[in-house]
């Protein structure tokens, strides 16, 4: 679940919100409306989430300005895409889902790319794993070493 920072128009103080709500109710007893409000911090953690808004609330408090805004980093896209093929309970979905990622994300795909998603994943081969797409019929070589998917 993603947590976030907002502060209120109205009485000036920050409030911890879930980021996929649509609106939420301030301590002042405005109802205040998300999608219209900067999220001042992104975090996954309710500790941190906390944390951030007692940091928020003495920096307005103290009259200093709120730390600027921090938004998560994106993940490598190498690892992003073996996180969505974990889902996958077939292997050979998984497999063609990695291969299909790849594909959408690079065009032509190496071994090396493969390897670097199956390292994430925690398995090794990528040469075993382009001999069993191309046995399947799931990926075809364009060029000596580049693949794409069907």
């Not at 502060?7 to 939420?24: H, I, L």
């Not at 299909?100 to 032509?108: F, I, M, S, Y």
């Amino acid at each position: 679940m993603r947590y976030g920072v907002i502060v209120c128009p109205r009485c000036g103080m920050a409030k911890g919100v879930e980021t996929r709500k649509k609106t939420t109710m301030c301590q002042c007893g405005r109802e205040i409306k998300l999608r219209r409000m900067k999220l001042r911090f992104q975090t996954d953690s309710p500790k941190e989430l906390a944390e951030s808004v007692g940091r928020a609330n003495a920096a307005i408090r103290g009259g200093e300005q709120l730390p600027p805004e921090k938004r998560p980093r994106k993940k490598e896209p190498y690892s992003a895409i073996a996180e969505r093929s974990q889902h996958a309970k077939d292997p050979v979905d998984r497999m063609q889902l990695i291969a299909q990622a790849l594909t959408d994300l690079k065009g032509e795909f190496t071994e090396e790319d493969l390897g670097k998603v199956l390292q994430s994943l925690g398995k090794s081969s990528p040469k075993d794993m382009v001999a069993k797409l191309q046995q399947l019929n799931l990926i075809y070589e364009t060029a000596e070493g580049k693949f794409r998917s069907v």
